[in-house]
């Protein structure tokens, strides 16, 4: 993905000017601690990557890259809590470095301070980037319940599952790409259009962290198995259920209602129905249906070819990734 490294060299110089070293320490350095963890920075590097092929205006859309960066880190923070999650790019998460509370405050100031960086966006009416980005803000919480709530159902559909992460997930990728349109003031038709896409190709991402989450190597950086542990409904293991024997179907629903101290046996019984039930080869297809849906509004917002093959080719980058 050579073509990201010039957006990636200016967004880090943005992120190194804006150092967050203010007192109290105990409240901004877990910020630069989880900023300073990297990450992919899908979010700047495609919001700066649609203002710049859209309309040519990086630099106009800093703060925004920023924003997002800012508000999908905040969302990490509480993230971890509640998915009693150790790891987070291959180092402690922030409530098991510093503590839960730490955790909670370093997020909530985070997001107020994605809103100060949005409120810089040099734009006319800066009020149509808050509407969209309030939307998204709401949406990613209702999503999170969602999953929260799953933990405890038993009835959870597929259906209900792509919903619970186009919310959580993908709104938050459309959102990304439909303000780097508007920055560019873009044609309304390109910027819906580039949400669409975002939205379809963030489902796709959420299908990928999903498999990662269970089949992935240590680079993913994150707990092994986290959502077996978690009793995550995904779709991993909804299709299991879909297509397990009788026993196999009832093996997944007892352990899914268990939280074993050690749960080494929970996890290798679940990836031995996934291996017999092939749920992986599931995932892999439902992730291409979903890519094609993003195309699809790629297509229909008639962008040139070379900015089309920058989409495109961000999109394979986002569903191959290894971590
Ligand atoms: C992790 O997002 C949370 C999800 C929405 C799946 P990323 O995979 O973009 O995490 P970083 O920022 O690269 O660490
Ligand atoms: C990510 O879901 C959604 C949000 C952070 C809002 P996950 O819980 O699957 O993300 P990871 O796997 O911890 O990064
Ligand atoms: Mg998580
Ligand atoms: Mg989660
Ligand atoms: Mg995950």
Known sequence: MQYLESYKIKFDQFLKDNAFSFDPKNLYEPIDYILSLGGKRIRPLLLLMT??????????????????????????LHDDIMDDAPLRRGKSSVHEKYDVNTAILSGDVMLILSYQYLSKTNIRDLSILYRKFNKMAREVCEGQQMDMDFE????????EYIEMIRLKTSVLIGTTLEMGA????????VSKHLYGFGENIGIAFQIQDDLLDTFGTPLVGKQKCGDIIQNKKTYLYLKALDLASKDEKNTLL?????????????IETVLNI?????????AEELKLVYQDLANSHLTAACLENSVFENFNSFGNYLLARKS
């Not at 309309?55 to 880190?73: C, D, S, T, Y």
């Not at 508007?182 to 038709?189: G, P």
Request: glycine share 4%; hydrophobic share 40%.
């Open 51 to 76: 203002a710049d092929l859209v309309g040519n205006q990086i630099k106009k859309a800093l703060p925004a890259a920023m924003a997002v960066e800012l508000f999908h880190n905040f969302t990490l």
């Open 152 to 159: 405890n159902r038993h009835d959870v559909s597929i259906a």
């Open 182 to 189: 508007i920055i560019s003031e873009a044609d309304e038709r």
């Open 254 to 266: 007892r352990l899914f209602s268990t939280a074993p101290e050690d749960p080494t046996e929970k």
């Open 274 to 282: 996934y291996k017999s039930t092939n749920v992986k080869g599931y």
